[in-house]
C-alpha cells in the first residue's frame, strides 16, 4: 500500500520542486509519507532521550519514548548509563510506567519478573517450578537499544546497529554544541523535570521552525513587540548568520543588532565573574562567536531542537538553555518534550531568575509558545482538503522556500563551520533539511530502481 502510494516517481517530483525552491504542502500531514517516516528517519538516525544530569547517581532512572518504542534509561551500580526497551521480554507489557525515579531493581507489574539496573533477569516468581531449572535467565534479560552515545552530556540512542557513529553524524554542529553546552566549568544541568503537552502539528513543522525561522518572529510574536518585550526593528531576529551544517542540521547565530549599531551585552548577558570560564573551555574562534551572540537557536535532525535566548521580567534578563524534542504521534500531532537548562556554574539566583524567564516565554502557557502552537495547529487545518493533499505536482499546492536562493552567497569570513550567510532572514537550513529527507525518504525506492526492480 505505501509503496504504491509514494513510489519512486513522486520522489523524483519532488527532487525536482525542491531545486527551485519549492515544496508541496501535502508532506507534513500525508499519512503514507508519515508512515515511512517512521521506517526510513526514526528508525535509523541519533534521537535524543537525556541529559546525563538527570541521571545522577546509581539506580536513577527515566523512562522517554523514541517515537512510538518506550525505553528506560538507568544508571547502573558501576556508573554506567544504559538504555532499554522499557518493555518485559514476558510478556511484553510496559514494565516501568513511572517518568522518572530511584530503583534498585525493576519488577514487572504482569507476572513479576524482576531485572536489575544492568537489565539481567534476576528473579522470576516460582521460576523453578514453572520452568525448571534449565530455564537460562541470562538469554531473558531487557532488550538493550541497539546504540545510545553521549556528547557533551546529551544521551542519543538509534534503533539501527549499523548507523554511523553520533560524533560523526552530529559533524561540525558539535563546535556549536561547544558553546552551548561546554562553555563553563562543570557543564549544564537539567533544573525541574522535562515539561510535556500535545500538539495539533507535524514534527518536521516544529523542526523547521527553530531551525531556521527567525523570520516569524516579528508577526508571530508581535504581542511582545507591542508590550516592549522585543525590539521594534522588524529585522532584529535577522541579524547575524545562517548556518547550514551536516545531516539536516542548523544553526541560526543572532546578534539581534545591526552592524554598526550598540551591541548586546557580551556572551549572551551572563555574570562577568564567569567569563574567564569560557576563555578556558573554548577556543578563540568560539569566543569571536558567543562574545557577538544573543541567541542560539537551530536543530538536530530529526526531531531535537534547542533554544538558548535572553529572556527575562521587570526588566532583568537572564540566558538558559532550552532544548525540545518534537516527538510524533501521527502525521498531524506531536508530543513536545521541553527540558530547561543552566549552567552548573551559575548562581542558585541566577539558575531561578533563568528559570523563571524560560516558564514565562517558553514553558507550555508560555507568551512565545502558546503564538507558535496555534499557529502550527492551523498548518494542520488547512491542510486536510484535496488541492492541499494532492499527489498531483501540478496543482497549486506548492510552498514557498525561495528565501534568499541564488541571491545570498556565504559569507567566508565567518569563523565557524558550516555553510554561514550573513543573514538569518532566509530559508537555507529549510532546503538543506528537507533535501536530507528527501535523501534519508527515497533511498529505498532509489535501490530498488536501480536493481530494476518496480515499486
Known amino acids: 500500500m505505501l509503496k504504491h502510494s509514494v513510489d519512486n516517481r513522486i520522489f523524483q517530483g519532488l527532487r525536482e520542486k525542491m531545486e527551485q525552491g ?48 518506550p525505553v528506560l534509561l538507568v544508571r547502573t551500580n558501576s556508573g554506567e548509563i544504559k538504555a532499554f526497551l522499557n518493555s518485559c521480554p514476558h510478556r511484553g507489557t510496559l514494565l516501568c510506567t513511572a517518568d522518572f525515579g530511584k530503583k534498585k531493581a525493576f519488577t514487572c507489574p504482569y507476572h513479576g519478573w524482576t531485572f536489575n539496573l544492568d537489565g539481567d533477569l534476576i528473579g522470576v516468581v516460582a521460576g523453578d517450578k514453572v520452568y525448571g531449572e534449565e530455564m537460562k535467565k541470562d538469554e531473558w534479560g531487557l532488550r538493550p ?5 553521549r556528547y557533551q552530556g546529551m544521551i542519543f540512542g538509534n534503533l539501527d546497529p549499523a548507523a554511523m557513529p553520533l560524533d560523526d553524524y552530529l559533524g561540525d554542529m558539535k563546535w556549536y554544541m561547544d558553546i552551548i553546552l561546554g562553555r563553563s566549568d562543570g557543564g549544564m544541568e537539567v533544573r525541574g523535570l522535562p515539561q510535556r503537552w500535545v500538539v495539533h502539528a507535524n514534527w518536521k513543522v516544529g523542526l523547521e521552525n527553530f531551525a531556521g525561522d527567525p523570520y516569524h518572529v516579528q508577526t508571530t510574536h508581535r ?3 507591542e508590550l516592549g ?3 521594534q526593528d522588524p529585522l532584529y531576529a535577522g541579524y547575524g548568520h545562517q548556518v547550514v551544517l551536516q545531516n539536516g542540521h542548523g544553526i541560526n547565530v543572532i546578534t539581534a543588532a545591526a552592524p554598526g549599531k550598540p551591541q548586546r551585552p557580551p556572551y549572551q548577558g551572563l555574570p562577568q565573574e564567569m567569563w574567564p570560564m569560557f576563555e578556558r573551555n573554548l577556543n578563540a574562534d ?48 506531536i508530543e ?9 556554574a551559575a548562581s542558585e539566583a541566577y539558575k531561578e531568575a533563568a528559570y523563571k524567564g524560560y516558564v514565562g516565554s517558553f514553558g507550555p502557557s508560555g507568551t512565545l509558545e502558546q503564538d507558535d502552537t496555534e499557529i502550527w495547529a492551523r498548518i494542520v487545518h488547512a491542510s486536510k482538503g484535496h488541492m492541499a493533499r494532492s499527489k498531483d505536482l501540478s496543482y497549486n499546492n506548492l510552498l514557498n522556500y525561495l528565501m534568499g536562493l541564488e541571491r545570498v552567497l556565504p559569507d567566508e569570513t565567518f569563523p565557524g563551520p558550516g555553510v554561514a550567510y550573513p543573514t538569518c532572514y532566509l530559508d537555507a537550513i529549510h532546503r538543506a533539511t528537507h533535501e536530507y529527507w528527501l535523501e ?16
Open 145 to 149: 537499544i541497539p546504540r545510545v552515545e
Open 22 to 69: 519549492l515544496l508541496p504542502q501535502w508532506i507534513f500531514t500525508d499519512p503514507h509519507i508519515y508512515e515511512l517516516e517512521l521506517e526510513r528517519i526514526f528508525a535509523r538516525t541519533w534521537q535524543f532521550l537525556a541529559h546525563e544530569s538527570e541521571l545522577p547517581e546509581p539506580g536513577s532512572y527515566v523512562t522517554r519514548w523514541m517515537v512510538d518504542d
Open 286 to 333: 568560539q569566543l569571536k562567536v558567543f562574545a557577538k551572540t544573543t541567541v542560539f537557536v537551530g536543530s538536530i535532525y530529526p526531531n531535537l531542537s534547542f533554544n538558548s535566548p535572553v529572556h527575562g521580567s521587570e526588566g532583568h534578563l537572564h540566558n538558559y538553555l532550552n532544548v525540545r524534542l518534537w516527538r510524533p504521534l501521527g502525521p498531524e500531532k
Open 223 to 225: 504581542s511582545t513587540v
Open 440 to 455: 534519508l525518504m527515497s533511498k529505498e525506492e532509489e535501490s530498488a530502481g536501480e536493481n530494476g526492480c518496480e515499486s
Open 336 to 344: 513536545i518534550w521541553s527540558w530547561f537548562l543552566i549552567d552548573k
Open 229 to 231: 518585550i522585543s525590539p
